[in-house]
């Protein structure tokens, strides 16, 4: 099975900060809620993990899976913001309002990592790495997530653009038989 988890909570996101990039740590939310993941996860024989390079998807898999060290690969990285990199949540430009409103009928502004190069470098990395029957943890972010899930769900015509990821929310799926399954989320 191949378990695809958003990190934890961080301080910007408490703050409602568009992140992207930055590399900011878990606040003490964020630890609690990748522990509750663990505990959900610990009977689970993972036999790889792999993570964005930024520190909170890092610290989210070293809880979950102590004994492994995560792989990173820089295409589980989050989606690149450009110019609205740091932007309030509550306050964003008419243009990002617009994008976040229909992802599917507006391109990303200028500037942004267009949806098409997620779902792109999200599918390289699962056609690479997940394509086995071994228990595999992908520690990411939403965004990514969400290009991960649209990559391996043919037919969702951007569902999972506007679907709201919390943090340390977990979707699971597995390679069985030539193909990935479309994936759930495990509750």
């Avoid at 930024?54 to 690149?80: F, K, M, N, S, Y």
């Avoid at 430009?93 to 391109?107: A, G, K, L, W």
């Avoid at 569902?159 to 929310?169: D, F, L």
Wanted: one cysteine or more; proline letters at 6%.
């Amino acid at each position: 099975m191949i378990y695809i988890i958003r990190h934890g909570q961080t301080e910007l996101n408490s703050r409602g900060v568009l992140q992207g990039r930055s590399d900011h740590a878990l606040n003490e939310k964020g630890i609690a809620q990748a522990k509750e993941a663990a505990k959900m996860l610990r009977d689970i024989p993972f036999s790889v993990v792999w993570s964005s390079p930024l520190v909170r998807a890092l610290q989210t898999a070293e809880i979950i899976a102590p004994g492994l060290t995560p792989a990173v690969d820089e295409r589980l990285i989050e989606i690149d913001y450009g110019p609205y990199e740091g932007a309030d949540l509550h306050n964003l430009p008419q243009e990002v309002i617009t994008f976040f409103r229909d992802f599917v009928h507006n391109p990303a502004p200028r500037g942004m990592e267009p949806l098409e190069a997620v779902v792109r470098r999200a599918g390289a990395f699962m056609e690479e790495h997940c394509r086995s029957e071994e228990n595999i943890l992908i520690s990411t972010h939403a965004i990514a997530m969400k290009g991960i899930l649209e990559y391996l769900t043919p037919g969702s015509d951007g569902a999972y653009w506007s679907k709201y990821i919390g943090n340390c929310e977990v979707y699971i799926t597995s390679f069985q038989k030539g193909r990935f399954l479309v994936p759930t989320r495990l509750k």
